[in-house]
Protein backbone atom coordinates (compact mmCIF):
# COMPACT_ATOMS: atom_id res chain seq x y z
CA UNK A 1 0.00 0.00 0.00
CA UNK A 2 2.97 2.54 1.14
CA UNK A 3 4.65 2.06 -2.72
CA UNK A 4 0.87 2.12 -4.48
CA UNK A 5 0.55 5.67 -3.15
CA UNK A 6 3.43 7.01 -3.64
CA UNK A 7 3.30 5.99 -7.63
CA UNK A 8 0.18 7.05 -7.91
CA UNK A 9 1.44 10.51 -5.95
CA UNK A 10 3.98 10.95 -8.86
CA UNK A 11 1.41 10.64 -11.50
CA UNK A 12 -0.60 12.63 -10.02
CA UNK A 13 1.84 15.36 -10.46
CA UNK A 14 2.75 14.93 -13.68
CA UNK A 15 -0.74 15.14 -15.15
CA UNK A 16 -1.12 18.61 -13.32
CA UNK A 17 2.08 20.12 -14.06
CA UNK A 18 3.66 20.09 -17.64
CA UNK A 19 7.07 21.53 -16.27
CA UNK A 20 7.11 17.80 -14.55
CA UNK A 21 9.53 15.02 -16.08
CA UNK A 22 8.86 11.97 -16.07
CA UNK A 23 11.39 9.81 -13.84
CA UNK A 24 14.00 7.89 -16.24
CA UNK A 25 12.80 3.74 -15.94
CA UNK A 26 16.36 3.37 -13.86
CA UNK A 27 14.77 5.85 -11.22
CA UNK A 28 12.01 3.52 -10.59
CA UNK A 29 11.70 0.41 -8.08
CA UNK A 30 12.71 -2.43 -10.44
CA UNK A 31 12.40 -6.59 -9.67
CA UNK A 32 16.27 -8.30 -9.23
CA UNK A 33 16.08 -11.47 -9.67
CA UNK A 34 18.58 -14.39 -7.99
CA UNK A 35 18.91 -17.83 -9.20
CA UNK A 36 21.58 -20.32 -6.82
CA UNK A 37 22.10 -22.01 -10.83
CA UNK A 38 23.35 -18.88 -11.97
CA UNK A 39 26.85 -18.74 -12.82
CA UNK A 40 28.88 -15.60 -12.12
CA UNK A 41 29.07 -12.17 -13.92
CA UNK A 42 24.75 -11.73 -13.69
CA UNK A 43 23.37 -8.62 -13.45
CA UNK A 44 20.11 -8.88 -11.76
CA UNK A 45 17.76 -9.57 -15.07
CA UNK A 46 15.56 -12.36 -15.33
CA UNK A 47 17.68 -13.49 -18.13
CA UNK A 48 21.17 -13.43 -16.41
CA UNK A 49 20.19 -13.23 -12.52
CA UNK A 50 22.52 -12.87 -9.73
CA UNK A 51 23.89 -16.14 -8.10
CA UNK A 52 23.78 -14.74 -4.65
CA UNK A 53 21.59 -12.66 -2.03
CA UNK A 54 24.50 -11.11 -0.97
CA UNK A 55 24.88 -9.54 -4.43
CA UNK A 56 21.43 -8.79 -4.89
CA UNK A 57 21.20 -6.91 -1.52
CA UNK A 58 24.44 -4.83 -2.57
CA UNK A 59 22.75 -3.94 -5.92
CA UNK A 60 19.04 -2.62 -4.65
CA UNK A 61 18.27 0.24 -4.50
CA UNK A 62 14.70 1.62 -1.67
CA UNK A 63 11.53 0.14 -3.63
CA UNK A 64 13.49 -2.82 -5.38
CA UNK A 65 12.49 -5.95 -4.84
CA UNK A 66 14.49 -9.02 -5.07
CA UNK A 67 13.33 -12.14 -6.26
CA UNK A 68 14.78 -15.66 -5.23
CA UNK A 69 14.69 -18.84 -7.63
CA UNK A 70 14.66 -22.15 -5.93
CA UNK A 71 18.17 -23.74 -4.90
CA UNK A 72 20.11 -23.48 -1.44
CA UNK A 73 21.72 -20.01 -0.83
CA UNK A 74 25.18 -20.58 1.44
CA UNK A 75 25.40 -17.19 2.89
CA UNK A 76 25.46 -15.45 6.11
CA UNK A 77 25.90 -12.63 8.58
CA UNK A 78 23.61 -10.43 5.53
CA UNK A 79 22.56 -7.02 6.46
CA UNK A 80 19.43 -5.72 4.73
CA UNK A 81 19.64 -2.45 5.12
CA UNK A 82 17.17 -0.82 2.02
CA UNK A 83 13.71 -0.47 1.82
CA UNK A 84 13.23 -3.50 -0.11
CA UNK A 85 11.14 -6.69 -0.77
CA UNK A 86 12.91 -9.92 -0.38
CA UNK A 87 10.67 -12.72 -1.67
CA UNK A 88 11.02 -16.69 -3.08
CA UNK A 89 9.68 -16.24 -6.54
CA UNK A 90 6.37 -17.54 -8.06
CA UNK A 91 6.25 -21.18 -7.14
CA UNK A 92 9.93 -21.46 -5.22
CA UNK A 93 11.33 -22.22 -2.33
CA UNK A 94 14.58 -21.29 -1.82
CA UNK A 95 16.63 -22.21 1.15
CA UNK A 96 19.27 -19.80 3.25
CA UNK A 97 21.28 -22.14 4.57
CA UNK A 98 24.69 -21.49 7.43
CA UNK A 99 26.43 -24.85 6.36
CA UNK A 100 28.53 -25.32 3.67
CA UNK A 101 29.82 -28.51 1.85
CA UNK A 102 33.59 -28.78 3.17
CA UNK A 103 35.58 -29.86 0.08
CA UNK A 104 38.78 -31.55 1.81
CA UNK A 105 38.63 -34.38 4.39
CA UNK A 106 41.27 -36.50 5.44
CA UNK A 107 41.24 -39.93 7.27
CA UNK A 108 41.79 -39.52 10.96
CA UNK A 109 41.82 -43.12 12.37
CA UNK A 110 39.34 -45.36 14.25
CA UNK A 111 36.73 -44.90 11.28
CA UNK A 112 36.77 -40.91 11.48
CA UNK A 113 37.31 -38.17 9.52
CA UNK A 114 38.32 -34.46 10.17
CA UNK A 115 38.55 -31.47 8.35
CA UNK A 116 41.26 -29.21 8.70
CA UNK A 117 41.78 -27.07 11.21
CA UNK A 118 40.49 -23.99 8.96
CA UNK A 119 36.73 -23.74 9.67
CA UNK A 120 34.81 -21.26 11.84
CA UNK A 121 35.53 -21.17 15.57
CA UNK A 122 32.20 -20.95 17.37
CA UNK A 123 31.96 -19.27 21.43
CA UNK A 124 31.15 -22.34 23.44
CA UNK A 125 31.17 -20.05 26.35
CA UNK A 126 28.23 -17.80 25.61
CA UNK A 127 25.55 -18.95 27.17
CA UNK A 128 23.08 -16.74 29.21
CA UNK A 129 23.67 -18.86 32.25
CA UNK A 130 26.89 -17.20 33.47
CA UNK A 131 28.34 -20.69 34.40
CA UNK A 132 28.53 -22.52 30.62
CA UNK A 133 29.41 -25.48 32.24
CA UNK A 134 26.79 -26.38 33.80
CA UNK A 135 24.66 -26.52 30.43
CA UNK A 136 27.11 -29.20 29.28
CA UNK A 137 27.16 -29.83 25.10
CA UNK A 138 24.33 -27.63 25.22
CA UNK A 139 26.79 -24.94 25.46
CA UNK A 140 28.39 -25.97 22.38
CA UNK A 141 26.67 -24.38 19.26
CA UNK A 142 28.28 -26.09 15.88
CA UNK A 143 26.82 -28.04 13.94
CA UNK A 144 26.90 -31.32 11.47
CA UNK A 145 24.68 -32.48 8.88
CA UNK A 146 24.93 -35.67 7.47
CA UNK A 147 22.39 -36.74 4.50
CA UNK A 148 20.32 -33.91 6.38
CA UNK A 149 19.83 -35.14 9.50
CA UNK A 150 22.05 -33.60 12.58
CA UNK A 151 24.62 -35.03 14.57
CA UNK A 152 24.99 -35.31 17.93
CA UNK A 153 27.83 -32.98 19.02
CA UNK A 154 30.37 -35.09 21.90
CA UNK A 155 33.13 -33.79 24.18
CA UNK A 156 35.68 -35.77 22.94
CA UNK A 157 37.72 -37.35 20.26
CA UNK A 158 36.91 -40.69 21.19
CA UNK A 159 33.34 -40.59 21.58
CA UNK A 160 32.97 -40.09 17.59
CA UNK A 161 31.07 -42.95 15.61
CA UNK A 162 28.69 -42.68 13.01
CA UNK A 163 25.97 -40.39 14.99
CA UNK A 164 28.26 -38.21 16.25
CA UNK A 165 30.79 -35.32 15.77
CA UNK A 166 33.61 -33.84 17.63
CA UNK A 167 35.12 -30.16 17.53
CA UNK A 168 39.02 -30.25 17.52
CA UNK A 169 39.76 -26.53 18.46
CA UNK A 170 43.49 -25.99 19.83
CA UNK A 171 42.65 -22.39 20.81
CA UNK A 172 39.01 -22.35 21.66
CA UNK A 173 37.58 -19.03 23.14
CA UNK A 174 37.79 -18.65 27.08
CA UNK A 175 36.40 -16.96 29.86
CA UNK A 176 38.34 -14.13 31.72
CA UNK A 177 36.39 -15.40 34.59
CA UNK A 178 35.78 -19.07 34.26
CA UNK A 179 32.75 -19.45 35.91
CA UNK A 180 31.47 -15.88 34.88
CA UNK A 181 30.82 -15.38 31.37
CA UNK A 182 29.52 -12.07 32.00
CA UNK A 183 33.29 -10.43 32.90
CA UNK A 184 34.09 -10.85 29.36
CA UNK A 185 36.20 -13.32 26.98
CA UNK A 186 39.51 -14.31 25.69
CA UNK A 187 38.70 -13.31 21.95
CA UNK A 188 40.27 -15.46 19.37
CA UNK A 189 40.34 -15.31 15.81
CA UNK A 190 36.98 -16.50 13.37
CA UNK A 191 38.85 -19.70 12.07
CA UNK A 192 41.11 -22.73 13.99
CA UNK A 193 38.65 -25.48 14.43
CA UNK A 194 38.87 -28.77 13.15
CA UNK A 195 35.77 -30.81 12.44
CA UNK A 196 35.59 -34.83 13.42
CA UNK A 197 32.62 -37.24 11.75
CA UNK A 198 32.50 -41.10 12.23
CA UNK A 199 30.99 -41.76 8.42
CA UNK A 200 32.96 -41.42 4.90
CA UNK A 201 32.18 -38.03 3.87
CA UNK A 202 32.94 -39.83 0.21
CA UNK A 203 29.75 -41.66 0.10
CA UNK A 204 27.43 -39.03 2.03
CA UNK A 205 26.59 -35.60 1.76
CA UNK A 206 27.91 -33.36 4.83
CA UNK A 207 27.22 -30.63 5.72
CA UNK A 208 28.98 -28.00 8.40
CA UNK A 209 27.51 -24.99 9.98
CA UNK A 210 29.75 -22.01 9.19
CA UNK A 211 27.95 -18.67 9.87
CA UNK A 212 26.41 -17.35 12.80
CA UNK A 213 23.21 -15.62 11.36
CA UNK A 214 21.35 -15.63 7.99
CA UNK A 215 20.44 -11.89 8.08
CA UNK A 216 19.92 -8.64 10.19
CA UNK A 217 16.97 -6.79 9.13
CA UNK A 218 17.69 -2.86 9.22
CA UNK A 219 15.71 -0.42 7.52
CA UNK A 220 11.94 0.38 7.54
CA UNK A 221 9.23 -1.11 5.29
CA UNK A 222 11.51 -4.25 4.33
CA UNK A 223 9.38 -7.54 3.52
CA UNK A 224 11.08 -10.93 3.68
CA UNK A 225 8.78 -13.76 2.38
CA UNK A 226 8.40 -17.65 1.33
CA UNK A 227 12.14 -19.16 2.72
CA UNK A 228 13.44 -21.54 4.52
CA UNK A 229 15.87 -20.50 6.99
CA UNK A 230 17.79 -22.76 8.42
CA UNK A 231 21.62 -24.24 9.70
CA UNK A 232 22.87 -21.18 11.50
CA UNK A 233 25.00 -21.38 14.74
CA UNK A 234 24.32 -18.40 16.76
CA UNK A 235 25.04 -18.61 20.43
CA UNK A 236 22.80 -17.61 23.50
CA UNK A 237 24.58 -13.93 24.41
CA UNK A 238 24.85 -11.06 22.26
CA UNK A 239 28.22 -9.76 23.31
CA UNK A 240 30.72 -11.97 21.84
CA UNK A 241 33.10 -9.57 19.55
CA UNK A 242 34.58 -12.03 16.69
CA UNK A 243 37.65 -10.32 14.56
CA UNK A 244 35.43 -11.01 11.55
CA UNK A 245 31.86 -10.81 11.98
CA UNK A 246 31.50 -8.46 15.25
CA UNK A 247 28.53 -9.35 17.45
CA UNK A 248 26.58 -11.02 14.66
CA UNK A 249 28.25 -13.99 16.22
CA UNK A 250 25.21 -14.31 18.83
CA UNK A 251 21.43 -13.69 20.21
CA UNK A 252 19.93 -15.08 16.91
CA UNK A 253 19.82 -16.77 13.55
CA UNK A 254 17.57 -14.07 12.23
CA UNK A 255 17.28 -10.26 13.41
CA UNK A 256 14.58 -8.03 12.67
CA UNK A 257 14.72 -3.93 13.28
CA UNK A 258 13.04 -0.96 11.90
CA UNK A 259 9.84 -0.04 11.25
CA UNK A 260 6.89 -1.67 9.52
CA UNK A 261 8.15 -4.58 8.14
CA UNK A 262 6.31 -7.51 7.27
CA UNK A 263 7.90 -11.14 7.87
CA UNK A 264 5.77 -14.12 6.73
CA UNK A 265 5.48 -17.71 4.84
CA UNK A 266 8.91 -18.48 5.87
CA UNK A 267 10.57 -21.43 8.48
CA UNK A 268 12.91 -20.97 10.53
CA UNK A 269 14.74 -23.87 11.71
CA UNK A 270 18.17 -25.50 13.22
CA UNK A 271 19.03 -22.55 14.89
CA UNK A 272 21.62 -23.47 17.62
CA UNK A 273 21.83 -21.90 20.95
CA UNK A 274 20.38 -18.45 20.52
CA UNK A 275 16.85 -17.52 18.90
CA UNK A 276 15.57 -18.45 16.11
CA UNK A 277 14.14 -15.50 14.80
CA UNK A 278 14.37 -12.19 17.42
CA UNK A 279 12.67 -8.57 16.58
CA UNK A 280 14.21 -6.08 18.49
CA UNK A 281 14.36 -2.31 18.23
CA UNK A 282 11.27 -2.60 16.45
CA UNK A 283 8.01 -1.08 15.78
CA UNK A 284 4.81 -1.24 14.06
CA UNK A 285 5.22 -4.59 11.87
CA UNK A 286 3.79 -7.94 11.35
CA UNK A 287 5.02 -11.47 11.94
CA UNK A 288 2.58 -13.99 10.30
CA UNK A 289 2.68 -17.33 9.21
CA UNK A 290 5.78 -18.78 9.79
CA UNK A 291 7.08 -22.04 11.58
CA UNK A 292 9.82 -22.05 14.07
CA UNK A 293 10.15 -25.85 14.86
CA UNK A 294 13.51 -28.03 15.37
CA UNK A 295 15.43 -25.16 16.78
CA UNK A 296 18.44 -25.42 19.42
CA UNK A 297 17.12 -22.67 22.08
CA UNK A 298 14.29 -20.61 21.74
CA UNK A 299 12.07 -20.57 18.74
CA UNK A 300 11.37 -16.79 18.15
CA UNK A 301 11.46 -13.50 20.85
CA UNK A 302 10.78 -9.71 21.03
CA UNK A 303 13.03 -7.07 22.81
CA UNK A 304 12.52 -3.61 23.32
CA UNK A 305 9.66 -3.33 20.84
CA UNK A 306 6.16 -2.00 20.44
CA UNK A 307 2.94 -2.21 18.32
CA UNK A 308 4.22 -5.68 16.87
CA UNK A 309 1.82 -9.04 15.65
CA UNK A 310 2.97 -12.35 15.51
CA UNK A 311 -0.08 -14.08 14.06
CA UNK A 312 -0.98 -17.39 12.38
CA UNK A 313 2.24 -18.77 13.43
CA UNK A 314 3.59 -22.00 14.44
CA UNK A 315 6.05 -23.45 17.05
CA UNK A 316 6.99 -26.87 17.38
CA UNK A 317 10.32 -28.99 18.98
CA UNK A 318 11.98 -26.01 20.33
CA UNK A 319 14.94 -26.21 22.67
CA UNK A 320 16.77 -29.26 21.30
CA UNK A 321 19.83 -28.83 22.72
CA UNK A 322 18.73 -29.15 26.10
CA UNK A 323 19.48 -26.06 27.96
CA UNK A 324 17.94 -26.16 31.24
CA UNK A 325 14.36 -24.84 31.63
CA UNK A 326 13.74 -25.81 35.31
CA UNK A 327 15.08 -24.41 38.37
CA UNK A 328 17.15 -22.43 36.18
CA UNK A 329 16.97 -19.22 37.91
CA UNK A 330 16.94 -15.55 36.87
CA UNK A 331 18.86 -16.55 33.61
CA UNK A 332 16.49 -18.86 32.45
CA UNK A 333 15.38 -17.89 29.16
CA UNK A 334 13.92 -21.15 27.28
CA UNK A 335 10.26 -20.67 25.55
CA UNK A 336 9.12 -21.20 22.02
CA UNK A 337 8.47 -17.71 22.34
CA UNK A 338 10.29 -14.90 24.58
CA UNK A 339 9.20 -11.38 24.75
CA UNK A 340 10.82 -8.49 27.06
CA UNK A 341 10.79 -4.95 27.66
CA UNK A 342 7.93 -4.25 25.24
CA UNK A 343 4.77 -2.29 24.71
CA UNK A 344 1.55 -3.37 22.64
CA UNK A 345 2.34 -6.94 21.50
CA UNK A 346 -0.40 -8.63 19.95
CA UNK A 347 0.63 -12.82 19.78
CA UNK A 348 -2.92 -14.02 18.14
CA UNK A 349 -3.97 -16.95 16.12
CA UNK A 350 -1.35 -18.94 17.04
CA UNK A 351 -0.54 -23.09 17.12
CA UNK A 352 2.58 -24.34 19.28
CA UNK A 353 2.26 -28.18 19.16
CA UNK A 354 4.06 -30.77 21.43
CA UNK A 355 1.65 -34.04 20.42
CA UNK A 356 4.79 -35.18 19.11
CA UNK A 357 6.78 -34.94 21.78
CA UNK A 358 6.42 -38.89 23.01
CA UNK A 359 5.56 -37.55 26.69
CA UNK A 360 2.61 -36.06 28.33
CA UNK A 361 3.22 -32.83 29.55
CA UNK A 362 0.97 -33.02 31.89
CA UNK A 363 2.44 -35.74 33.93
CA UNK A 364 4.23 -34.36 37.52
CA UNK A 365 7.77 -36.40 36.37
CA UNK A 366 7.78 -34.57 32.87
CA UNK A 367 6.85 -31.48 34.22
CA UNK A 368 9.45 -30.79 37.16
CA UNK A 369 12.17 -31.85 34.44
CA UNK A 370 11.06 -29.28 31.93
CA UNK A 371 8.87 -26.40 32.51
CA UNK A 372 9.81 -24.35 28.95
CA UNK A 373 6.87 -22.33 28.54
CA UNK A 374 4.71 -21.66 24.92
CA UNK A 375 4.32 -17.88 25.03
CA UNK A 376 6.36 -15.75 27.91
CA UNK A 377 5.78 -12.21 28.63
CA UNK A 378 8.73 -11.06 31.35
CA UNK A 379 10.00 -8.01 32.57
CA UNK A 380 7.65 -5.30 31.65
CA UNK A 381 5.59 -6.34 28.99
CA UNK A 382 2.78 -3.78 28.48
CA UNK A 383 -0.68 -3.42 27.50
CA UNK A 384 -0.74 -6.70 25.10
CA UNK A 385 -2.46 -9.52 24.10
CA UNK A 386 -2.72 -13.50 23.86
CA UNK A 387 -5.60 -13.82 22.11
CA UNK A 388 -7.16 -17.04 20.15
CA UNK A 389 -4.11 -19.61 20.26
CA UNK A 390 -4.01 -22.99 20.48
CA UNK A 391 -1.47 -24.95 22.84
CA UNK A 392 -1.30 -28.39 22.83
CA UNK A 393 1.00 -31.06 25.15
CA UNK A 394 3.22 -28.17 26.18
CA UNK A 395 4.93 -27.63 29.72
CA UNK A 396 3.86 -24.14 30.95
CA UNK A 397 1.55 -22.41 28.36
CA UNK A 398 0.97 -19.01 28.83
CA UNK A 399 3.55 -17.50 31.27
CA UNK A 400 2.77 -13.57 32.39
CA UNK A 401 5.44 -12.93 34.50
CA UNK A 402 6.25 -8.86 36.42
CA UNK A 403 4.71 -7.16 33.36
CA UNK A 404 1.37 -4.61 33.40
CA UNK A 405 -2.55 -4.12 31.79
CA UNK A 406 -2.03 -7.69 29.44
CA UNK A 407 -4.85 -9.67 28.52
CA UNK A 408 -5.13 -13.32 27.81
CA UNK A 409 -8.18 -14.27 26.14
CA UNK A 410 -10.13 -16.82 24.13
CA UNK A 411 -7.54 -19.76 23.76
CA UNK A 412 -7.53 -23.08 23.78
CA UNK A 413 -5.02 -25.20 26.07
CA UNK A 414 -5.05 -28.82 25.65
CA UNK A 415 -2.38 -30.47 27.50
CA UNK A 416 0.27 -28.96 30.26
CA UNK A 417 2.29 -28.76 33.22
CA UNK A 418 0.59 -25.20 33.90
CA UNK A 419 -2.00 -23.83 31.51
CA UNK A 420 -2.14 -20.03 32.57
CA UNK A 421 0.14 -18.62 35.12
CA UNK A 422 0.61 -15.08 36.39
CA UNK A 423 3.59 -14.10 38.26
CA UNK A 424 4.33 -10.34 39.63
CA UNK A 425 2.42 -9.27 37.04
CA UNK A 426 -0.56 -6.43 38.03
CA UNK A 427 -3.72 -5.51 35.96
CA UNK A 428 -3.70 -9.20 33.88
CA UNK A 429 -7.26 -10.26 32.74
CA UNK A 430 -7.87 -13.96 31.95
CA UNK A 431 -11.50 -14.59 29.93
CA UNK A 432 -13.18 -17.10 28.05
CA UNK A 433 -10.07 -19.53 27.94
CA UNK A 434 -10.22 -23.38 27.55
CA UNK A 435 -7.63 -25.80 29.22
CA UNK A 436 -8.16 -29.47 29.56
CA UNK A 437 -5.80 -32.22 31.13
CA UNK A 438 -3.68 -30.00 32.51
CA UNK A 439 -1.49 -30.54 36.08
CA UNK A 440 -2.52 -27.19 37.26
CA UNK A 441 -5.03 -25.21 35.07
CA UNK A 442 -4.63 -21.77 36.20
CA UNK A 443 -1.85 -20.59 38.68
CA UNK A 444 -1.71 -16.84 40.35
CA UNK A 445 0.90 -16.10 42.35
CA UNK A 446 3.49 -13.67 43.97
CA UNK A 447 7.24 -14.39 44.44
CA UNK A 448 9.93 -12.18 46.55
CA UNK A 449 10.94 -9.15 44.14
CA UNK A 450 9.32 -6.18 43.91
CA UNK A 451 9.83 -2.27 41.68
CA UNK A 452 11.69 -3.65 38.60
CA UNK A 453 14.27 -5.25 41.47
CA UNK A 454 16.07 -8.65 40.80
CA UNK A 455 18.23 -9.11 44.12
CA UNK A 456 18.51 -7.66 46.65
CA UNK A 457 21.43 -6.11 49.27
CA UNK A 458 21.29 -6.83 52.71
CA UNK A 459 20.11 -3.32 53.47
CA UNK A 460 17.35 -3.76 51.24
CA UNK A 461 18.95 -1.70 48.68
CA UNK A 462 18.87 -2.80 45.10
CA UNK A 463 21.94 -4.83 43.77
CA UNK A 464 20.20 -6.13 39.91
CA UNK A 465 18.22 -2.91 38.91
CA UNK A 466 15.53 -4.09 35.82
CA UNK A 467 16.28 -0.78 34.06
CA UNK A 468 12.97 -1.00 31.73
CA UNK A 469 10.60 -2.19 34.67
CA UNK A 470 12.02 0.56 37.02
CA UNK A 471 11.68 3.46 34.39
CA UNK A 472 8.11 2.14 33.79
CA UNK A 473 7.35 1.97 37.23
CA UNK A 474 5.98 -1.86 37.30
CA UNK A 475 5.54 -2.75 40.90
CA UNK A 476 6.55 -6.45 40.37
CA UNK A 477 3.64 -6.92 42.57
CA UNK A 478 0.45 -9.50 41.49
CA UNK A 479 -2.36 -7.02 41.45
CA UNK A 480 -5.65 -6.44 40.11
CA UNK A 481 -6.03 -9.83 38.44
CA UNK A 482 -9.39 -10.85 37.10
CA UNK A 483 -10.68 -14.48 35.95
CA UNK A 484 -14.03 -14.93 34.17
CA UNK A 485 -15.55 -17.68 31.92
CA UNK A 486 -12.90 -19.54 31.83
CA UNK A 487 -12.89 -23.75 31.49
CA UNK A 488 -11.09 -25.82 33.35
CA UNK A 489 -11.58 -29.48 33.23
CA UNK A 490 -8.71 -31.45 33.81
CA UNK A 491 -7.87 -34.21 35.95
CA UNK A 492 -5.69 -34.27 39.65
CA UNK A 493 -2.76 -35.48 40.77
CA UNK A 494 -0.80 -36.76 43.96
CA UNK A 495 2.62 -36.09 44.63
CA UNK A 496 3.84 -38.26 46.81
CA UNK A 497 4.99 -36.60 50.24
CA UNK A 498 2.41 -33.90 49.89
CA UNK A 499 -1.13 -34.43 48.26
CA UNK A 500 -2.26 -31.28 48.41
CA UNK A 501 0.65 -29.74 45.86
CA UNK A 502 -0.85 -30.09 42.86
CA UNK A 503 -4.83 -30.85 44.31
CA UNK A 504 -6.26 -27.46 42.99
CA UNK A 505 -6.99 -26.64 39.80
CA UNK A 506 -7.28 -22.91 40.37
CA UNK A 507 -4.22 -22.00 42.57
CA UNK A 508 -3.60 -18.28 44.25
CA UNK A 509 -0.71 -18.15 46.45
CA UNK A 510 0.98 -14.50 47.95
CA UNK A 511 4.54 -13.66 49.39
CA UNK A 512 6.38 -11.14 51.18
CA UNK A 513 8.64 -8.91 48.85
CA UNK A 514 12.40 -7.80 50.11
CA UNK A 515 11.22 -4.65 51.39
CA UNK A 516 8.31 -5.85 53.72
CA UNK A 517 5.73 -5.72 51.32
CA UNK A 518 2.64 -8.36 51.70
CA UNK A 519 0.63 -9.19 48.59
CA UNK A 520 -1.82 -12.56 48.99
CA UNK A 521 -5.17 -13.74 47.69
CA UNK A 522 -7.53 -10.62 48.49
CA UNK A 523 -4.98 -8.39 47.46
CA UNK A 524 -4.00 -10.73 44.24
CA UNK A 525 -7.20 -11.06 42.41
CA UNK A 526 -9.91 -8.52 41.87
CA UNK A 527 -12.65 -10.37 40.29
CA UNK A 528 -13.07 -14.44 39.91
CA UNK A 529 -16.62 -15.37 38.75
CA UNK A 530 -18.02 -17.33 36.10
CA UNK A 531 -15.42 -19.94 35.71
CA UNK A 532 -16.43 -23.81 35.33
CA UNK A 533 -14.26 -26.40 37.41
CA UNK A 534 -14.69 -30.04 35.63
CA UNK A 535 -13.25 -32.89 37.50
CA UNK A 536 -13.21 -36.89 37.11
CA UNK A 537 -14.24 -38.22 40.82
CA UNK A 538 -10.93 -39.45 42.58
CA UNK A 539 -10.80 -40.23 45.75
CA UNK A 540 -7.47 -38.34 46.69
CA UNK A 541 -7.50 -34.76 47.69
CA UNK A 542 -9.45 -32.30 45.24
CA UNK A 543 -9.89 -28.96 44.99
CA UNK A 544 -11.36 -26.86 43.37
CA UNK A 545 -9.29 -23.37 44.24
CA UNK A 546 -6.53 -23.29 46.54
CA UNK A 547 -6.73 -19.46 48.05
CA UNK A 548 -4.02 -17.76 50.41
CA UNK A 549 -5.39 -15.47 52.12
CA UNK A 550 -2.66 -14.27 54.62
CA UNK A 551 1.28 -15.23 55.14
CA UNK A 552 1.08 -18.63 57.03
CA UNK A 553 0.12 -21.15 53.65
CA UNK A 554 -1.06 -23.91 56.41
CA UNK A 555 -3.41 -21.98 58.40
CA UNK A 556 -4.51 -19.03 55.95
CA UNK A 557 -5.35 -20.55 52.84
CA UNK A 558 -8.70 -21.73 51.67
CA UNK A 559 -8.81 -25.04 50.26
CA UNK A 560 -11.98 -25.48 49.07
CA UNK A 561 -13.20 -29.10 48.04
CA UNK A 562 -16.13 -27.87 46.50
CA UNK A 563 -17.21 -24.43 44.82
CA UNK A 564 -19.26 -23.27 47.18
CA UNK A 565 -17.16 -23.18 50.02
CA UNK A 566 -14.85 -20.97 48.51
CA UNK A 567 -18.00 -18.85 47.15
CA UNK A 568 -19.36 -19.20 50.88
CA UNK A 569 -15.90 -19.11 52.93
CA UNK A 570 -15.59 -14.85 54.64
CA UNK A 571 -11.67 -14.92 54.14
CA UNK A 572 -12.28 -14.47 50.11
CA UNK A 573 -13.23 -10.96 50.42
CA UNK A 574 -12.94 -10.13 45.98
CA UNK A 575 -15.42 -9.60 43.46
CA UNK A 576 -17.43 -12.16 42.70
CA UNK A 577 -15.52 -15.20 44.33
CA UNK A 578 -17.45 -17.68 42.10
CA UNK A 579 -20.78 -16.74 43.11
CA UNK A 580 -21.69 -17.93 39.15
CA UNK A 581 -18.88 -20.66 39.32
CA UNK A 582 -19.82 -24.41 37.63
CA UNK A 583 -18.57 -27.04 39.79
CA UNK A 584 -18.54 -30.66 38.03
CA UNK A 585 -17.53 -33.84 38.47
CA UNK A 586 -17.65 -37.11 35.65
CA UNK A 587 -15.52 -38.87 33.37
CA UNK A 588 -13.95 -36.89 29.70
CA UNK A 589 -16.65 -39.28 27.91
CA UNK A 590 -19.40 -37.51 29.74
CA UNK A 591 -18.15 -34.47 29.73
CA UNK A 592 -21.40 -31.92 29.56
CA UNK A 593 -18.89 -29.01 29.38
CA UNK A 594 -16.67 -28.99 26.03
CA UNK A 595 -15.56 -31.88 23.77
CA UNK A 596 -12.74 -33.58 25.11
CA UNK A 597 -11.43 -37.01 23.64
CA UNK A 598 -11.95 -40.41 25.64
CA UNK A 599 -8.41 -40.75 25.83
CA UNK A 600 -6.65 -37.75 26.90
CA UNK A 601 -3.21 -37.97 25.22
CA UNK A 602 -5.37 -38.30 22.05
CA UNK A 603 -3.90 -34.84 20.68
CA UNK A 604 -6.10 -33.10 18.50
CA UNK A 605 -8.80 -35.58 17.93
CA UNK A 606 -11.27 -33.31 19.99
CA UNK A 607 -12.07 -29.79 19.13
CA UNK A 608 -12.51 -28.78 22.65
CA UNK A 609 -15.67 -26.86 21.76
CA UNK A 610 -18.51 -26.26 24.28
CA UNK A 611 -21.59 -28.73 24.30
CA UNK A 612 -24.17 -27.12 22.72
CA UNK A 613 -27.28 -26.65 25.46
CA UNK A 614 -24.87 -27.22 28.24
CA UNK A 615 -23.82 -25.24 31.37
CA UNK A 616 -21.18 -23.28 29.41
CA UNK A 617 -23.38 -22.40 26.10
CA UNK A 618 -24.47 -18.22 26.47
CA UNK A 619 -23.84 -18.10 30.40
CA UNK A 620 -20.48 -16.22 30.71
CA UNK A 621 -20.23 -12.98 32.15
CA UNK A 622 -20.52 -10.38 29.31
CA UNK A 623 -17.31 -9.20 28.17
CA UNK A 624 -16.41 -5.29 28.93
CA UNK A 625 -15.39 -3.12 26.21
CA UNK A 626 -12.06 -3.73 25.93
CA UNK A 627 -12.15 -7.31 26.17
CA UNK A 628 -14.41 -7.64 23.40
CA UNK A 629 -12.41 -5.51 21.02
CA UNK A 630 -9.60 -7.93 21.39
CA UNK A 631 -11.94 -10.19 20.53
CA UNK A 632 -14.11 -8.00 17.62
CA UNK A 633 -17.05 -8.83 19.56
CA UNK A 634 -19.68 -6.33 21.06
CA UNK A 635 -19.05 -5.14 24.83
CA UNK A 636 -22.32 -6.43 26.86
CA UNK A 637 -23.53 -9.05 24.93
CA UNK A 638 -24.53 -12.92 25.93
CA UNK A 639 -21.23 -15.22 25.46
CA UNK A 640 -20.09 -18.65 26.63
CA UNK A 641 -17.71 -19.75 28.80
CA UNK A 642 -14.85 -20.76 27.41
Known sequence: MRRLIATTATAVLAAVSPLCATPAWGDQPTTIHVAASAGEGGNGSSTSPYATLGAALKAAKDGDTIEVADGTYREGELYIEKDVTVRAAGGAKPVLSGAKVPASWSSAGNGTWATPHDMVRFCT???????????????????????????????????????????????????????????????KPHRGASYVIGVDPSKHRVEVVQHSRAATLKADGIAFSGFSVEKYSPVQRWDYRDPEIGTATGGAMFVASGKNFEVSNNSFAHSAAGTAFAVTDASSSTVSNNRFAGNGGVGSGINQSSDITFEHNYWSNNNTAGFISANCGAYCTLSDMKV????RIRYQYNTVDYSAAGVDHSNLSSFQAKQQAAIWFDEGVLDSQIIGSRFVNVPTAIFDEVSRGNTIASNVIEGAGIGIQISGSENSQVWNNTISHALTSIVVQEDSRSDGCNARNADGSCAQVEKWSADHGLTWDTTNVRLYNNILSSEQQVTEGDVWRYSAMMQVTGNKDQVGGEVYGNQMVSGIDHNVYYRQPVNVPSTTVLWQYGPNRLTESVNAAKLGEFASNPNVRTAGKEASGVDLTGSREANPVIREPRTPTAWKSADLKIVPGGPADGTGKPLPQDVAGFLGLKAGEKVNRG
Open 340 to 343: THAE
Open 125 to 187: VCTTNADPSVEGMAAHPEQVFVDGKPLTQVATRGEVKAGTFFVDDPDPITLKNPKNNHAGYNV
